[in-house]
């Protein structure tokens, strides 16, 4: 029911960015191209990035704070107990 709902404005907006001249060129067509298919788009252009990381940048100041300031804050989770180990993840 819901996805008759959504269809017919998924296939207007795929239409219309159709209609963009070079909007999709270098991508291999798929379902994706019909519908919401995020999946298929990914399997289909996916490919593997096998040079040095050295495009990256550094983290900027606000990161840096931020970061340290979610340190901050897991060490006090830890020590009142708050925080779950279970769904605790590697940052």
Do not use: H
């Not at 252009?45 to 050295?54: A, D, Q, R, V």
């Amino acid at each position: 029911m819901v996805s008759t709902l959504i269809t017919p404005t998924v296939k207007a907006i795929t239409e219309e960015i159709n209609t963009c001249s070079g909007v999709w060129q270098g991508f291999i067509s798929g379902n994706w191209n019909q519908e919401i298919d995020v999946r298929d788009f990914i399997q289909k252009n996916y490919t593997l990035y096998s040079g040095k990381e050295t495009f990256l940048s550094s983290p900027t100041d606000s990161t840096i704070k931020l970061w340290n300031l979610v340190g901050e804050l897991i060490k006090e989770e830890r020590k009142k107990r708050y925080f779950r180990y279970r769904y605790q993840s590697t940052i």
